[in-house]
Nanobody, 118 residues
């Protein structure tokens, strides 16, 4: 069984900050520390896109639109993944999903809504 549960979304004004959290559980995550974990997002009418990913080595990868504003981190002992989002813009509005990356079959949670609006 695979379970990824996101939290921390909400409504925020432009320029504001949010911190998303993701808790991983299930047999797939028995070796959580070696997995590449990621955050994705899907805006209305658009395809899901990779926002940020973090390898066990500490190597990160960000989509250009969030570089310098978002930071992905993880706590392997707690099997948690985080996304700190600063200087939020209306175009960051989307459902944000925690998931795996670089696997033959990747997994995602149910998502958490982030709305950036004044």
């Amino acid at each position: 069984q695979v379970q990824l549960v996101e939290s921390g979304g909400g409504l925020v004004q432009p320029g504001g900050s949010l911190r998303l959290s993701c808790a991983a559980s299930g047999s797939t995550f028995n070796f959580f520390s070696i997995l590449v974990m990621a955050w994705y997002r899907q805006a209305p009418g658009k395809q899901r896109e990779l926002v940020a990913e973090l390898a066990s080595s500490g190597t990160t990868n960000y989509v250009d639109s969030v570089k310098g504003r978002f930071t992905i981190s993880r706590d392997n002992a707690k099997k948690m993944v985080y996304l700190q989002m600063n200087s939020l813009k209306p175009e960051d509005t989307a459902v944000y999903y925690c998931g795996t990356s670089r696997l033959p079959v990747n997994y995602w949670g149910q998502g958490t809504q982030v709305t950036v609006s004044s």
